[in-house]
């Protein structure tokens, strides 16, 4: 994904300004593609200059009034066409994991308390997905575009249950309360020693 495709999604949903874009982006596009106030601003020029949105017209814009921004037809047909495009999935590149991998063979004093904060900032993301959950998914909410937008929180949910549970066996582990072995480790490739 990219962010003007993340734009063009949050215009499509309902035309804003950029400050209400970036307000929105805070509450929903933004917990799975983050972006600054700064990069949603120069990307909506970017995207005006192609043609792909447009400011409202204003019946009179007094200075200092906001601009607010609609998707053209060129620019509902670059998000379809690009939802259509395959990619593949994008590997893995984690600063924890990899300081795992270090402490493998430097040591590991202080991991077991930065896996303890990670946990505790996943368990606070993981609370604040469910409770978007319950407050804008109940069960009688059937639309497709509904039906879509919850399937993309589910998958935040699952990431952070994921998460959740592998932080918590990892401290486990770590403190010496979990199995040593190799399953899913050399086994499975992720040792080079030897």
Same mark, same amino acid.
């Given at each position: 994904?990219?962010?003007?495709?993340?734009?063009? @999604?949050?215009?499509?949903?309902?035309?804003?300004?950029?400050?209400? =874009? @970036?307000? +929105?982006? #805070?509450?929903?596009?933004?917990?799975?593609?983050?972006?600054?106030?700064?990069?949603?601003?120069?990307?909506?020029?970017?995207?005006?200059?192609?043609?792909?949105?447009?400011?409202?017209?204003?019946?009179?814009?007094?200075?200092?009034?906001?601009?607010?921004?609609?998707?053209?037809?060129?620019?509902? %047909?670059?998000?379809?066409?690009?939802?259509?495009?395959?990619?593949?999935? +994008?590997?893995?590149?984690?600063?924890? =994991?990899?300081?795992? +991998?270090?402490?493998?063979?430097?040591?590991?004093?202080?991991?077991?308390?930065?896996? +303890?904060?990670?946990?505790?900032?996943?368990?606070?993301?993981?609370? %604040?997905?469910?409770?978007? %959950?319950?407050?804008?998914?109940?069960?009688?909410?059937?639309? #497709?575009? #509904?039906?879509?937008?919850?399937?993309?929180?589910?998958?935040?949910? #699952?990431?952070?249950?994921?998460?959740?549970?592998?932080? @918590?066996?990892?401290?486990?582990? =770590?403190?010496?309360?979990?199995?040593?072995? @190799?399953?899913?480790?050399?086994?499975?490739?992720?040792?080079?020693?030897?």
């Amino acid at each position: 994904m990219s962010l003007p495709h993340a734009i063009l @999604t949050a215009l499509l949903e309902k035309p804003s300004s950029g400050l209400e =874009l @970036t307000r +929105r982006f #805070d509450r929903s596009i933004g917990y799975f593609w983050p972006s600054t106030h700064q990069q949603i601003y120069r990307e909506l020029g970017k995207l005006e200059q192609a043609g792909h949105i447009r400011v409202l017209p204003s019946a009179q814009r007094a200075r200092g009034q906001k601009k607010e921004y609609e998707v053209l037809a060129a620019g509902r %047909e670059e998000l379809a066409g690009w939802v259509s495009l395959a990619e593949d999935p +994008r590997p893995v590149r984690d600063p924890l =994991l990899l300081r795992m +991998r270090a402490a493998a063979v430097v040591g590991a004093p202080g991991l077991a308390g930065e896996l +303890r904060r990670h946990l505790v900032l996943h368990q606070g993301q993981l609370a %604040e997905y469910l409770e978007i %959950e319950r407050r804008d998914f109940p069960p009688e909410r059937t639309a #497709d575009e #509904d039906r879509l937008r919850h399937l993309v929180l589910r998958g935040g949910i #699952d990431l952070e249950t994921f998460w959740t549970g592998w932080l @918590t066996r990892a401290i486990d582990d =770590l403190e010496g309360s979990g199995r040593s072995g @190799t399953e899913g480790g050399a086994g499975a490739g992720f040792s080079d020693a030897g």
